[in-house]
């Protein structure tokens, strides 16, 4: 008879790999043990171990990380929704960053996936009508990883974040599934308009570094956009936009430029 440990979980990959990962990284950097006892190996599922490090990355006067941590495992496990989501993010990083061999790299220490995380935790707080408390996470999410996500936001999973420092994403964006950004991307407005204003992100689309997408245009299914451009107009889908203002230079390149990460100009 096979006696399982109480880590494993037959229909959980992500986790068991993970608790598998920390075990062996214990083992060969012991000055790391406790960090990986701690976060990982100790723990008993995935919820619970992203509840105990991101309160620990963002502790503060006045929250304390316990109630953090409540407040993250309330939200990661009220919704099944989120569980499969942040599953979705991790894995996406591990296929999409060549820099990353293991899940254990995003969930200890890419704040990429720590903010889009706690962005998943802020905004289940919105939804049930807890804006201050979205709010404030919101607020000490882009004090201490230089990443802002409005609450409200809509964004959809298989999502990476890659390097993340300065990423703004306004209110009534919208980011659909598998989609790639990397550092100083902005999806905001153009004023002070209210009301939808901000962009709508399709699915297997790839924002390069430093791009910015102002107002409530579309950038289509599977297109690139190129680093460093500012795009005002609708983009069609699978074509690649370039310049400021960003113009249509032709066409993507691959299918899913998301997945692909190819930044090159076909």
Not at 69 to 92: K, W
Not at 168 to 196: F, P, Q, R, W, Y
Not at 218 to 226: D, Q
Request: a negative charge; hydrophobic letters at 40%.
């Amino acid at each position: 008879m096979i006696v399982k440990t109480k880590h494993q979980n037959d229909t959980d990959a992500v986790w068991n790999s993970l608790v598998n990962e920390a075990r062996t990284a214990a083992r060969d950097e012991p000055i790391l043990s406790d960090l990986l006892h701690a976060c990982i190996i100790d723990r008993d599922s995935l919820e619970e171990a992203l509840s105990y490090r991101l309160a620990r990355k963002l502790g503060h006067h006045a929250v304390s990380e316990q109630y953090l941590q409540d407040t993250f495992m309330e939200a990661l496990s009220s919704d099944p929704c989120i569980g499969v989501e942040v599953r979705r993010d991790i894995a996406a990083v591990k296929e999409r960053d060549p820099a990353c061999d293991a899940y254990l790299t995003p969930v200890l220490y890419y704040k990429g996936f720590h903010s889009l995380t706690c962005y998943r935790a802020a905004h289940y707080l919105w939804g049930k009508g807890r804006r201050s408390l979205a709010y404030y996470l919101q607020s000490i999410v882009s004090e201490v990883f230089q990443v802002d996500i409005h609450p409200a936001a809509k964004i959809g999973s298989g999502i990476m974040i890659d390097h993340a420092t300065g990423v703004v994403v306004g209110e009534t964006a919208v980011i659909e599934n598998d989609v790639s950004m990397l550092h100083g991307v902005t999806l905001g407005g153009t004023g002070k308009e209210h009301g939808d204003r901000h962009p709508k992100v399709r699915s297997g689309v790839l924002l390069a570094a430093g791009c910015k997408i102002l107002g409530n245009v579309e950038i289509g299914e599977g297109a690139w956009i190129g680093a460093g451009s500012v795009v005002l107009t609708d983009i069609p889908a699978h074509t690649t936009a370039v310049g400021v203002p960003a113009k249509v230079v032709g066409k993507a390149g691959r299918p899913t430029p998301a997945f692909d990460m190819d930044q090159k100009l076909c």
